[in-house]
């Protein structure tokens, strides 16, 4: 266990996987269950720092490999880490950046040795070895850095499963040993698809490495839920109970309760800040898009038993007037919305667990969520 880290189970639900637990990092306790709004280029896309701790994250991620190309990992460490970049003094988790090598670069190359990739923005050539990975992300000074691993698309053979694994594996190895602070929490990352048999051997493949912590990857990338749902089911048993364990990418309100019902402590997502840009909120009852014309002259607020800065000062119609306008407010108070609703949600969980009444809050919350429109 690196310094300064430490995790606890507090409660766990008997009738499903979902767990209450606290994670103690440098920067401050966390308390799981956890929805971590995403902000890529050191910022979540639209607020201010202050913005972000009033609506309640007690973590944000950011993304290595476009930090990589854009400031620049040594320009971050000059600047005394990410945290002092962006004046947040809370917790920060770093992906790998694997997932976006291979997911907006084209043109790359992989090979044991890591991956050529171009870059999105200018073209530049650049390769990222699992040893410039760790240095990447050790610069960028998170409390919790990922693993480089090679993440499946949807649909991959299994073959391509198989290679993935493989190459994950022997990478895993090798940051391990290029892993040199104390002070940063290495997650090692399970993939191995929709195949059980892989994902059943990676995290074989990843425990020797899972001090502090496990990631989940390759899920929510094109599957059905359901298949996501499956796969977790899947791993729930064969995880470590006394570690957190992430899922990366996932982050919309029924996935979040799902999650956290098969053991999930963590998850992430650019969705809700995404979808505000469009126009979408995020509501108990299902997305509703502000921007329709039926919202014209709905004065109501985005969600009447909401408590967000949003919710509080506007209605539907006024944020409606500001998509439509293109005006930068408008995306705002949506994502304020919309990252409020998610880590209102986890916390939530989180009571409901500890009041041993989670599976009728699942029960409940789920049989009033319409997935396919909004009913209003």
């Given at each position: 266990m690196a310094?300064?880290?430490?995790?606890?189970?507090?409660?766990?639900?008997?009738?499903?996987?979902?767990?209450?637990?606290?994670?103690?990092?440098?920067?401050?306790d966390?308390?799981?269950?956890?929805?971590?709004?995403?902000?890529?280029?050191?910022t979540?896309?639209?607020?201010?720092?202050?913005?972000?701790?009033?609506?309640?994250?007690?973590?944000?991620?950011?993304?290595?490999y476009h930090?990589?190309l854009?400031p620049?990992?040594?320009?971050?460490?000059k600047?005394?880490?990410?945290?002092?970049?962006?004046?947040?003094?809370?917790?920060i988790?770093?992906?790998?950046?694997?997932?976006h090598?291979?997911?907006?670069?084209?043109l790359r190359?992989i090979?044991?040795?890591?991956v050529?990739?171009?870059?999105?923005?200018?073209?530049?050539k650049?390769?990222?070895t699992?040893?410039?990975?760790m240095?990447?992300q050790e610069?960028?000074?998170a409390?919790?850095?990922?693993?480089?691993?090679?993440?499946?698309?949807?649909?991959?053979?299994?073959q391509?499963a198989v290679?993935?694994?493989?190459?994950?594996?022997l990478?895993?190895?090798?940051?391990?040993?290029?892993h040199?602070?104390?002070?940063q929490?290495?997650f090692?990352?399970?993939?191995?698809?929709?195949?059980?048999?892989?994902?059943t051997?990676?995290?074989k493949?990843?425990?020797?490495?899972?001090?502090?912590?496990?990631a989940?990857?390759?899920?929510?990338?094109g599957?059905?839920?359901?298949v996501?749902?499956d796969?977790?089911?899947?791993?729930?048993?064969?995880?470590p109970?006394d570690?957190p364990?992430?899922?990366?990418g996932?982050?919309?309100p029924?996935?979040?309760?799902?999650?956290?019902?098969?053991?999930?402590?963590?998850?992430?997502?650019?969705?809700?800040?995404?979808i505000?840009?469009?126009?979408?909120?995020?509501?108990?009852?299902?997305?509703l898009?502000?921007k329709?014309?039926?919202?014209?002259?709905?004065?109501?607020?985005?969600?009447?038993?909401?408590?967000?800065?949003?919710?509080?000062?506007?209605?539907r119609?006024?944020?409606?007037?500001?998509?439509?306008?293109?005006e930068?407010?408008?995306?705002?108070?949506?994502?304020i919305?919309?990252?409020?609703?998610?880590?209102?949600l986890?916390?939530?969980?989180?009571?409901?667990?500890?009041?041993?009444?989670f599976?009728?809050?699942?029960?409940?919350?789920?049989?009033?969520?319409?997935?396919?429109?909004?009913?209003?």
């Open positions: 310094q300064n880290f430490s995790f606890e189970v507090v409660k766990e639900c008997p009738d499903t996987g979902a767990r209450a637990g606290i994670l103690h990092t440098p920067h401050g966390i308390l799981t269950p956890i929805f971590m709004p995403v902000g890529t280029q050191a979540v896309k639209g607020l201010t720092p202050s913005q972000v701790n009033e609506i309640g994250a007690q973590i944000i991620l950011s993304n290595t930090l990589y854009r620049g990992h040594v320009l971050l460490k600047a005394g880490g990410r945290n002092k970049f962006m004046h947040w003094d809370k917790p988790l770093t992906d790998s950046g694997g997932f090598v291979f997911s907006l670069s084209k190359k090979s044991d040795d890591g050529e990739f171009r870059s999105h923005i200018n073209g530049e650049h390769f990222i699992p040893e410039k990975d240095e990447i610069a960028l000074g409390d919790i850095i990922m693993a480089f691993d090679q993440c499946t698309e949807a649909g991959c053979s299994y391509d290679e993935a694994r493989r190459k994950t594996k990478w895993l190895e090798r940051c391990y040993k290029a040199t602070t104390e002070n929490m290495l090692p990352i399970v993939q191995g698809n929709v195949f059980k048999d892989l994902r051997e990676c995290v493949d990843c425990l020797p490495y899972a001090k502090c912590g496990i989940i990857g390759g899920l929510s990338v599957e059905e839920k359901s996501m749902y796969i977790l089911e899947h791993l729930h048993p064969l995880l109970k570690q364990r992430y899922l990366m996932v982050g919309s029924d996935c979040l309760v799902e999650g956290f019902a098969r053991g999930v402590d963590m998850m992430d997502c650019v969705l809700p800040t995404r505000a840009r469009n126009g979408t909120a995020f509501t108990k009852k299902g997305k898009v502000v329709n014309a039926k919202y014209k002259d709905d004065f109501r607020p985005i969600e009447d038993d909401c408590d967000c800065y949003a919710c509080k000062h506007f209605t119609a006024y944020i409606r007037h500001l998509i439509n306008a293109d930068m407010l408008g995306a705002q108070l949506l994502s919305h919309n990252l409020h609703s998610l880590v209102k986890s916390q939530d969980c989180r009571q409901a667990i500890l009041d041993g009444t599976k009728q809050f699942k029960e409940n919350y789920l049989a009033g969520y319409n997935l396919s429109k909004s009913r209003f």
